[in-house]
């Protein structure tokens, strides 16, 4: 498998990747919430971790687009 093709098929993964971390979020910050330390921080943890799903979402993205011309004109 080449770079471009491999590039173009890890940004799919890293979408993939963005969404789950939405999808998971709110499970896992009433888990975090229970957490006595965490309490007072919830507001923190679930800003950062939605700004990690549209991170990966994003460079899933970019990756994706960069590599299409170069996937599409290989097959």
Known sequence: MDKPKFAFYYGIVLIAVGIGVFIRIPEVVAQVATI??????IGVITFCSYALGCMLIVAGGIRVFK??????SQD
């Open 67 to 72: 590599n299409y011309n170069a996937f599409k």
């Open 36 to 41: 006595a330390f965490f309490a007072n921080k």
